[in-house]
Each structure stands twice: as C-alpha cells, then as structure tokens.
C-alpha cells in the first residue's frame, strides 16, 4: 500500500489546462504565497506535433496526449457513439485544440449578466480579453498586444485561393465582411484568428507556464487528483496518485478545480458534492446536495458537406504525395508560413439563417481537406481527390446533457450524455446551417472551384434525407461546456464569484461554469475565466 504523504500551500490549483495553467500563474504572480498545479499529464507541450499547427491531426487519438473520451449511445445520431478527447498534457485542451481564437459573442457575455452573474457582461470582460491576448492588428481600444497568448490572422500565415473564394462567395450570399470578428464587430466572414505566434502554437502552457515562470509556482505533472479532503465544511486540500505513490496537497486559502467540463463534475461528485440521491446510490458520503453538479451539458454537434476541388489547391493531395509533402514542410521550416502554419481551416463566417433572425445564428467554416470523417488522415477515408470540405454548427444548441460518476472508482470514464438535437429546434437551425453552406457554394465566387458536392451530394435535397446525413455525419466541435454552471438559481453549482455553493475553500475556474454556449469556439473564453478567477479570488479589479 502507497504512503501518504501531506504537503501544505497557501492555494492548489487542479488542472493545468486552459483556465488552470492561467489562474496559477496570476495567482503566483500577485498573491504571494506558495501554489501548487496538479496535472494529470505529462510535459509535452515542446513535442513538434504540438507545436506545429497542423499536428493537431495527430495528437486527437493519440493517448500520450488526450483523454480519450466517448459519449453514450446517441439516439438523434443514429445510435453512434461520439469520441470526445479533451487535452491531457501541459495547457490542457489549449495544446491539442484546432486554435481558432474567437472570443465570443458580446451579446452572449451579456445575457450571462442579465442571468444574475454580475460582473460577466462583456464590457467587464473585455480588459481580460485585452490582457490575455497580443494580436498585432485591430483596434487598439479593444484588442490586447503584450499578452501570453499569440494571435495571429490565417491571411498573414496562409492566405490562399479556396478561402478568398470562400469569403467572397459568403459575401454574395448576404454575410457582411468582417475586418475583426473579435473587435467591433462579430458577425460576418473573414480569415480565421488563431493562438498561433511566428508560426507555432500558443498555448496556456508556453504563454503563462513558460512565458511567465513564478518561483512560488510549483507544477506536478502525471499527478491525477483522485478527491478533494474536508475540514468540516470547508475544503482543505486535494489527494492525487503519482508514480504510484498517493499524496495529499494541503490548501490554508482556496482549492480551485481547473479539470475542465469533464473532470471538474467528475471529482465533485466523486467527493460528496452533487446531487444527494445519485451520490448515496454509489455509496457516497454526501457533503453538499447540488442537483446542478454535471447537468447543463452543452456541445456544439458539427456536420461537414464535402466537396471535389477542381484544382490541386487542398491538402488531400498534398497528403497523398511525399514530394509534395517534403515541399510543404520545406517551407514551413524556412518562413514558418503556409499551411503547415494552421490547423487546415482558414476562413469562417458567423451568420443569420434567415431575416428574422437578431443575431447570428450558425457557423460556417471551410477546411482545406475531406475525407469520410474529421479524423481522416493518410489511410484513415481521406478522398484521393482535391477536395474541401465546409462545416457547419448550431451557434446557441439549445439540447442539453448530462455527465456524471458511474462508480467511485477515480480513474473510470464517466457517463457522458449530451443529448445532441433532442431539442427540436437545434434541428431546424442545422438544416438552415445546411442551406446555407450550399446557397454559398452556388455563388459565382466558388464557381471555379467546385466540382461537385460530394458528401451528401446534391441529389438529397429533402428534410428528411438532409437530417439522417446530418444525424449520420455529426461530430463533437471539442466545445463542451456547462457542467458546474454558474448561477444564482437552484441548478447553479457555483456562483459569480465562481465559489462552489454549500461548501467553503472551493472554487471552479473553468469552461463547466458557463451557464450558455458564449461562443462557436470555447478557448478564448476559457483563457479569460482563468484571469479573471484569479482577480476574484485576489479581490482585485481591472
């Protein structure tokens, strides 16, 4: 049996991902005391394949660097299983994600406030966007250019035909140009911003952990914390097995859960904090009866029309050719530009769906690559043609899941539900999402690109046949949020101080506290929970 070893600081911070990596730092930078990270993966935000943007194809199903989830049965998705790997490594999801940096829709922040969540409306907000970030461009009132996190535009590291074609056609559809979607003005197409600086990932880990090293920061790496330890009601400290050996982090201030939408419910509910009858059905000691713990599970479920390009302009051939490929790396390693400088996706557009519509709807993205699944790679249902392929997702899904322990055992998966277009509405708004990726494709503006549809096809054009490819083909967008909600009604499971509700000592800093999808991409404003976490809990201000 392991010995038990105690240690004390001042503040343990679990998870040293996106929120984690970034609230540790600040916390070390200007509460003075001693603050240990816990990570349950291992250092390897300096590997290659993590550095280089278009690696991320290669870190998704490869365990040494994800968690490799999945969800229940899907019964809207024709009974699939949905895989879900989130970050297990130094800067969390941040070192394996797609990097597209948006930071959300202001209107959203402010519906947040609007909820009873003061201090989250986008105005308080923006100063840790600003701070968070360096963005050459934009405008100097609203954009950030000394932060930890690189920002730079796909038209400065790959500016290219399909995506011009691509902005160009949206722009006939009716879609406004957009000079910065994170600035003055959201709606609209554009390139993408990515968390990319000289051509390199910009993760939490390389912009806060190595960009900003504190001495009274320590970070324990492959160190999986298993439960949180009490004193009465408060939070004392965190147990966590590494090497084999289990020990136990003492905090004198705050433990704050940074494990991500995952993980965060998943040891609350491992250690007496959630929903009374389901813990005492495991056999769990209760020590806060939170009915909200793991409820309020919101995805982004993302579909793809795939298209033949009608010229070798896309990566499928580049994949399929080792010359090509060694031309493609050649000039990666010489100027750190092309598209080995980007994830493959280059140009969005976040849009209405119709005239009614306030706000935009739906999200349309190109991607410079089609296969039978985003998963494809060489060998793995890459098409053996030039193609190209435009997702689309629902912006605000309104179905929402559940997560939750399906044993006391720490190290077992959790039950994963997220109940993708059990709402209705979230299937009217991804046929639109459809109609609208084709209206764009039939503008003169791809005309000279496109071959052909290839993935449903253009022959199915009724509802019926549209909805069963999209049940067929849908994907996690890796946008999973919600699961310890912030709130000021009973299902809340933190408040607006992110303070976890009927205990003392514990906090949750992460993306399981937004109470709606603020955004079609979840980085960004999980970066900023972080920073701003670590004010609330200092007391400060902006």
């Known amino acids: 049996m392991s010995t038990i070893v105690t240690e004390q600081f001042d503040y343990v911070v679990v998870g040293a991902g996106s929120s984690g990596a970034t609230l540790a730092t600040r916390l070390a930078e200007r509460a003075g005391g001693k603050v240990l990270l816990l990570e349950a993966g291992a250092r390897r935000e300096r590997d290659f394949w993590v550095q280089v943007p278009i690696g991320v194809a290669k870190l998704l199903q490869n ?9 229940e049965a899907q019964h809207q998705l024709a009974g699939q299983k949905i895989y879900w790997p989130r970050g297990r490594m130094l800067g969390g999801s941040s070192s394996i994600n797609g990097m597209i940096y948006v930071r959300g829709e202001p209107a959203e922040f402010d519906h947040w406030a609007a909820l ?5 409306d986008y105005a308080s907000l923006l100063p840790y966007f600003r701070r968070l970030e360096s ?83 320590r970070l324990e790496t492959e160190a999986q914390a298993t439960r949180l330890l009490f004193d009465g009601a408060r939070v004392s400290g965190v147990e966590y097995v590494q090497g084999g050996r289990t020990l136990r982090a003492m905090a004198a201030r705050e433990v704050v859960l940074s494990a991500g939408p995952i993980k965060s419910p998943q040891l609350l509910e491992l250690s007496g904090i959630g929903d009374a009858e389901r813990l005492r059905a495991l056999g769990i000691s209760v020590k806060a009866d939170l009915p909200g713990v793991g409820e309020n599970l919101i995805d982004h479920l993302q579909s793809r029309l795939t298209y033949a390009c009608t010229r070798p302009i896309t990566l499928n051939e580049i994949m399929h050719s080792p010359l090509r490929q060694g031309w493609m790396g050649l000039r990666y390693l010489l100027t750190r ?54 997702g689309f997702f629902q912006l605000r899904p309104e179905s929402r899941g559940h997560l939750h322990v399906r044993s006391t055992d720490p190290f077992a998966p959790p039950v994963i539900e997220p109940r993708y277009l059990s709402a209705e509405a979230d299937q009217e708004v991804m046929l639109e999402a459809l109609g ?47 699961t310890c909600k912030m709130g000021v009604d009973s299902m809340a499971v933190v408040d607006p101080q992110l303070r976890v509700r009927g205990v003392d000592g514990l906090r949750v800093a992460d993306s399981s506290v937004m109470p709606t999808m603020c955004s079609p991409n979840t980085n960004a404003a999980s970066i900023m929970i972080g920073e701003k976490a670590a004010d609330l809990m200092l007391g400060r201000s902006v």
């Open 63 to 71: 365990s040494r660097y994800a968690w490799k989830f999945s969800t």
């Open 116 to 120: 009873g969540n003061d201090g989250w």
């Open 135 to 217: 963005f050459a461009g934009g405008d100097a009132a609203l954009r950030g250019h000394n932060g930890p996190i690189a920002v730079s535009s796909v038209a400065g590291l790959n500016p290219n035909v399909l995506s011009d074609a691509f902005i160009t056609a949206c722009e006939q559809a009716g879609i406004p140009l957009t000079p910065d979607y994170n600035g003055a003005q959201y709606e609209g197409v554009s390139y993408l911003q990515l968390s990319v600086g000289r051509g390199r990932r910009s993760s939490t880990a390389i912009g806060y952990l190595h960009g900003r090293p504190q001495q009274n920061l």
């Open 337 to 390: 530009r092309g598209i080995m400088a980007t994830p493959s996706a280059s140009a969005h557009a976040l849009a209405r769906t119709s005239a009614q519509d306030s706000r935009p709807a739906v999200k349309i993205q190109v991607h410079h690559i089609s296969g039978a699944d985003r998963y494809a790679g060489k060998g793995y249902g890459l098409d053996r043609y030039p193609g190209f392929a435009i």
């Open 436 to 482: 609208l990726v084709r209206k764009v494709m039939q503008q003169a503006g791809m005309a000279d690109l496109v071959a052909r549809e290839t993935r449903p096809g253009i022959e199915v054009q009724d509802a019926n046949g549209l909805m069963d490819y999209i049940k067929r083909s849908g994907q996690t967008s890796w946008h999973p949020i919600g």
